[in-house]
């Protein structure tokens, strides 16, 4: 398994943008497609978007297509999702998280991080 811990969340304005961050530990990130979650008090996890290992494929969710991007640096042993054009049904606490495969699905990710929070205000 790899260890995840999220960074970046934060309080913005409608229409702004945050950057979050996911950091890996051990030597075998590459290995895994990451993806990031998301999920609002009293709603289901939602998927957000996803990475194949070598960076060749990613999947987004329609709610965010266009808005969000999902990058990720091997060599640090990180993951990025980039979100502009922050809406307040954007607020909730975000996971990153890690597969064998792409997937938007949450039951095919083996480790997660703690999360994050992201708020957005009208």
């Known amino acids: 398994q790899v260890q995840l811990v999220e960074s970046g969340g934060g309080l913005v304005q409608a229409g702004g943008s945050l950057r979050l961050s996911c950091a890996a530990s051990?030597?075998?990130?590459?290995?895994?497609?990451m993806g990031w979650f998301r999920q609002a008090p009293g709603k289901e996890r939602e998927f957000v978007a996803a990475?194949?290992?070598?960076?060749?494929?990613?999947y987004y969710a329609d709610s965010v297509k266009g808005r969000f991007t999902i990058s990720r640096d091997n060599a640090k042993n990180t993951v990025y999702l980039q979100m502009n054009s922050l809406k307040p049904e954007d607020t909730a606490v975000y996971y990153c998280?890690?597969?064998?495969?792409?997937?938007?699905?949450?039951?095919?990710?083996?480790?997660w991080g703690q999360g994050t929070q992201v708020t957005v205000s009208s």
């Open positions: 998280a890690a597969a064998l495969t792409l997937s938007r699905w949450a039951y095919e990710y083996l480790s």
């Open positions: 990475i194949s290992w070598n960076s060749y494929s990613t």
């Open positions: 051990g030597r075998t990130f590459s290995n895994y497609a």
